[in-house]
């Protein structure tokens, strides 16, 4: 049977409007290394390039590097003196695949992949005072959202963006009872309406992930 129409789309997107090489090697990379199907999708992944360099982003945050995707796109995209990207990621097999892709793609000197549990990385990172961020994606475990989503804040810029992947899970998000990770997913969203600082709206998405969402979350100036 064939592919749905939305993943025949995303192939053609995805050749008219295809992701840089280095990218490409990344993505290639991750596939043979057995590392789960789960990276943004290159639409996906320009449209993080996209929101980070709308804001001039110099300094960006990420929780849940895998093999170093987005980190490609998102480090890519920062711009000014002294880009930086720090990405957090708990297994160092992965870690090992996602710097092997960062070297490929010449960007060690602007990536830090930090190795071990986020909350804890991310309370390290609070405790070095660094400059404030521009842009966080949370794109982890999604039970620790919402504790990301806070442990992000609190080291973002006002006018600076937040980013979660995967908030709509296939419609999963409406039923608590379906998974650990709908409820993670539902929560993050609860708590950005519930934030009194934070602009929020969710970008239901269906392409060749299938169907799911993000959430784009602007902390007030
Ligand atoms: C899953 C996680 C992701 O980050 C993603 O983009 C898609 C699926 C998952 O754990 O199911
Ligand atoms: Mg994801």
Redesign the pocket.
Known sequence: TDPPPWVLVDRWLDGVLPAPDAVVAAQRTADGAGLPP?AVSTQQGRLLALLAASIGARRALEV?TLAGVSAVWLARALRGPDPVLTTFELSEHHAAVARENLAAAGLTDVVEVRVGPALEGLARLAAERPEPYDLAFI?AD?PGNTAYLHAALALLRPGGLVVV??VVRGGTVLDPGADA?ARGSRAVIEAVAAHDRLTATVVQTVGS?GYDGMLVARLDV
């Open positions: 789960i849940g794109d999604k992947d995967n990770a992930k």
